[in-house]
């Protein structure tokens, strides 16, 4: 179990300690920016292959709880819900993405930048690694497994925090009226009246969305070594 923890602690430790801190900044001003992210992309996927490579070589001998049929019910639930938050979140142009902090400042994109999944949270990658994590922990229960896929729900529920942090101090007075009329946690802009629901917006994302978790359901034994049942 141990080395399962250091390793999940290595792959955070590069993410989060990394883009998260001033070392981000140190770095950018001794690499260049492009210097930068391709030192961060391959740390990224070093300390990620190598996290993958323990959890599939780690024995699962012990268990936080005991196999339940019943709980194999959560990741059919939220997995649906984690794939329309995944792919519909690049259908929409949202400022919390590298490279897009600009859109902001332009008087012409403000209008669109709050719609579809952005009106349910501004941060609709990170809910869907959410979800597939901890579905993940449920349906598994062995101690390896709520360790791995608790690396990835740490980051996900960190990196929404984090990035929001980001933004405040780069964008300053242009991250606030996108904050106002949005929320991290999902629905939460909604439910405080800030935002509505907007259901024709959101069609094309929940079906592709759909679409894209029914492919992974067929092929899930293909890409996890498990099937689905």
């Known amino acids: 179990m141990w080395i399962m923890v250091m390793g999940g602690a290595l792959f955070l430790a590069t993410h989060l300690g990394i883009s998260s801190t001033s070392l981000r900044s140190k770095l950018t001003d001794r690499l ?136 405040a101090a780069s964008l300053g007075e242009d991250w606030l009226p996108f904050v106002e009329a949005t929320s991290n946690i999902p629905f939460a802009a909604i439910l405080s009246g800030r935002n509505k629901l907007v259901l024709k917006e959101l069609l094309l994302p929940v079906g592709v969305g759909l679409l894209g978790y029914g492919l992974v359901y067929w092929g899930h034994e293909w890409v996890g070594g498990v099937r689905i049942i």
């Open 32 to 167: 260049g920016q492009r210097g930068y992210l391709g030192l961060y992309s391959l740390l990224a996927i070093a300390t990620l292959g190598y996290l993958i490579w323990l959890y599939n070589f780690v024995p699962r001998f012990d268990y936080f709880w005991a196999l339940d049929p019943k709980l194999y019910w959560a990741p059919k639930i939220l997995m649906p819900i984690a794939f329309i938050f995944l792919l519909g979140g690049f259908m929409v142009r949202n400022p919390t993405a590298v490279g897009l902090e600009n859109t902001l400042k332009d008087p012409e994109q403000k209008d669109r930048l709050v719609r579809g999944l952005t009106r349910i949270t501004r941060h609709p990658f990170q809910w869907s690694v959410v979800l597939w994590a901890v579905s993940h922990m449920a349906a598994n229960g062995d101690v390896v497994s709520v360790v791995f896929f608790g690396t990835f729900a740490i980051l996900g529920a960190a990196g929404g925090v984090l990035i929001d942090r980001k933004k």
